[in-house]
Every structure is written in structure tokens, then in C-alpha cells.
């Protein structure tokens, strides 16, 4: 066992450039890198990202890397880390058509080295008090053939009040499948959406007010921040999924204590 350090990415100016807890999932292949998903990391040794991301991979697992830093492009000469993923937990309710609890932990075999323009996202009990939020994926410039060619691209977006967000779920192409209560949240782009934004798992990060930080508020679920016929992004809720991220953190570091400072009742 063994004490853990927590880091808090602060509020800042930077965010307008860089998110500097992005991360891109890919499949290391003879002919170069191919890109999967998009993915926060919350740990120097833990990415967050969607269920769909992975549970299709199968035996390819084996071959998933995840690229940190400035330069997490499949195919930049910037500086970046490249660390390999060890371990992936996938949420046990997690339904692909309903889009419920759409989350996976990947637990990487080594640390990633923090520095500027790399850091961790908070994770924190409760909700970030701000509605303008920003999500942080990469695009495709060119899919084919590899190694992909991607550009990490900032966008705003305004959290959709819930009621607003089901109404608009109610009437999408997606509703025989989507429940009330499946903990998805919505987001009003600021900008018109375009193929590519809000790639699955791309993280949701939201400027708390009062404490200061950037906190994660949500994982993107499809592949695009906009499905066709519906405005809105959609996105799972981290908060519910606060305490199930903590316990395999905490358990698999084996930490004495709650690594993200919940008190257990």
C-alpha cells in the first residue's frame, strides 16, 4: 500500500489553447498508429474514456496505446508520451444502445510524467457551479491509410438544462433507446457542429467557480458532438460515476484512503 499525492488543475488562461489532460487512444500497427477515441487523463497513470471505445476491440486490446501531452498527434515531431494501456475496466451496466453508464477506466503500465501542457483533470464530488464548458477532441485530418493524421481542437459548449436536453432526446432518431434516467447530459455548441467534434470519450471539462478549477462533468458518447437530426452534444454524466472511478483507483493502487477525497459513509 501507499499514500497518493492529488494535483488540481487550475482555472486558467491556457484552456482557451490546450487542454492539457487530452488524451488520443490508438492501435499501434505495422504501418503506423491507428486512432480510436478520444480520452481524459485523472491520473498520471489512469485515462477515463467511453465503453464503446473499447469493448469492440477484442483481442486488439493488447495493441492500445494512449498518446499525452501538446504534441498527441499520431503523427507530430512536437513532444508528446506514449504510454501503454495495461488494464481496462469497463463499467458492468454499461448497455450500447441504451447509452448507460458508458465509461472505462484504462489503468496505463507506467506514470505519466506531468509537466506544461500535460497535466490531470479534477475529479471531484459534486457539480462544477458553471454552465460554459469546453470539450477537447481530436480531429481526424486523414483517416486513411495510416498513421492518422489528427488535430486536437478546443470547442465551447453551454450545458442544455435537463428538462430541455429529454425533450430534444425524446424527439431524436435515439429515443426508443435512451431512458430518462440514463444519466446523459446535453451541451449547446457555440459553434455549428461538424463531423468529427466530439469524438467517443473526448472529455467535457467545466470551469468551477469557486474553487478555481476545471473539473470533468462529462464523456462524450458517439462520434460526433451532434448525431444527425439532433443539435445538441450528448454526453455521459461523470457525477453519478463520481464513486466507481474512486474505487478502482483507490483499489488499484491500493491506496489508504479515497484517492479522489471522498468520505466514506
Not at 504501418?31 to 491520473?43: M, R
Not at 457542429?193 to 462533468?217: F, I, K, N, Q, W
Amino acid at each position: 500500500m501507499e499514500f497518493k499525492r492529488r494535483e488540481r488543475r487550475k482555472a486558467g488562461s491556457n484552456l482557451a489553447g490546450n487542454a492539457p489532460w487530452a488524451a488520443a487512444l490508438l492501435l499501434k500497427q505495422p504501418t503506423g498508429h491507428v486512432f480510436v477515441c478520444g480520452g481524459a487523463l485523472i491520473h498520471r497513470q489512469v485515462v477515463l474514456t467511453s465503453a464503446r471505445c473499447v469493448v469492440g476491440l477484442g483481442g486488439q486490446r493488447a495493441l492500445l496505446v494512449v498518446r499525452l501531452g501538446n504534441g498527441a498527434l499520431a503523427n507530430s515531431s512536437q513532444s508528446f508520451q506514449e504510454l501503454q494501456v495495461g488494464k481496462v475496466v469497463v463499467h458492468r451496466k454499461f448497455r450500447w444502445k441504451q447509452g448507460t453508464h458508458d465509461v472505462a477506466l484504462l489503468f496505463l503500465n507506467s506514470s505519466a510524467t506531468l509537466r506544461p501542457g500535460l497535466d490531470t483533470i479534477c475529479v471531484r464530488p459534486g457539480e462544477a457551479a458553471s454552465t460554459r464548458c469546453t470539450i477537447a477532441t481530436f480531429n481526424l485530418l486523414s483517416a486513411a491509410p495510416p498513421p492518422a493524421q489528427l488535430r486536437l481542437t478546443l470547442a465551447r459548449q453551454t450545458w442544455v438544462p435537463r428538462p430541455s436536453c429529454l425533450r430534444a432526446l425524446s424527439s431524436s432518431t435515439y429515443s426508443p433507446f435512451l431512458a430518462p434516467a440514463s444519466g446523459l447530459i446535453c451541451t449547446d455548441p457555440d459553434l455549428p457542429c461538424r463531423g468529427g467534434r466530439g469524438r467517443a470519450g473526448s472529455p467535457l471539462t467545466c470551469a468551477d467557480l469557486r474553487s478555481g478549477e476545471h473539473r470533468l462533468v462529462g464523456v462524450a458518447v458517439w462520434g460526433e458532438a451532434c448525431p444527425r437530426r439532433l443539435r445538441y452534444g450528448i454526453y455521459t454524466r461523470v457525477q453519478p460515476l463520481y464513486r466507481w472511478i474512486d474505487f478502482h483507483v483507490t483499489d488499484h493502487f491500493r491506496y489508504f484512503e479515497s484517492y479522489f477525497g471522498f468520505v466514506q459513509a
